[in-house]
C-alpha cells in the first residue's frame, strides 16, 4: 500500500464531494458520508468518462450529468444502470488528513 495525503476533513464535509488529483495523476472522487468516513471513488464516470465531481449528490445518490447514470455511494454500485460500479480507493483518516491508495486500483468502464 501506497498512501498519500489527498486532503483534510474540512475539505470534504458530511454530504458533499470534491474532486482531487493524486501525485501520479489519478482523479479520484471523495465523498464525505455520516461520522466523519469518507470514500474515495474513480472520479470519472464508468459511462464515458465524464468528471462525476460536476455531477449530482443527493444523499447517498451520485447522479452523472451527462447522460444521468447514478450510483450508490454507500456500496458504489449502480443504482440506473444496475449493472456497473466504481472503483473504490483504500482511504484512512488519521487526525485531520485523509490519505487514499490508488496504486492497486483502476477505474472502471462499463457498456455504453
Ligand atoms: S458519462 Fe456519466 S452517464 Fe454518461
Keep these: 500500500m501506497a498512501f498519500e495525503k489527498i486532503c483534510t476533513l474540512e475539505e470534504v464535509w458530511e454530504g458533499e464531494m470534491a474532486g482531487f488529483t493524486t501525485a501520479n495523476g489519478t482523479e479520484v472522487l471523495l465523498i464525505g458520508l455520516q461520522d466523519y468516513v469518507v470514500r474515495a471513488v474513480q472520479q470519472t464516470c464508468p459511462h464515458q468518462q465524464f468528471s462525476l465531481a ?6 447517498h445518490v451520485l447522479t452523472c450529468r451527462a447522460h444521468l447514470w447514478q450510483f450508490d455511494v454507500r456500496t458504489d454500485r449502480g443504482i440506473n444502470p444496475s449493472d456497473c460500479a466504481l472503483a473504490v480507493y483504500p482511504t484512512k483518516v488519521e487526525g485531520d488528513d485523509v490519505y487514499i491508495d490508488v496504486a492497486q486500483t483502476a477505474p472502471l468502464r462499463s457498456h455504453s
Design 54 to 59: 460536476d455531477g449530482i449528490l443527493d444523499r
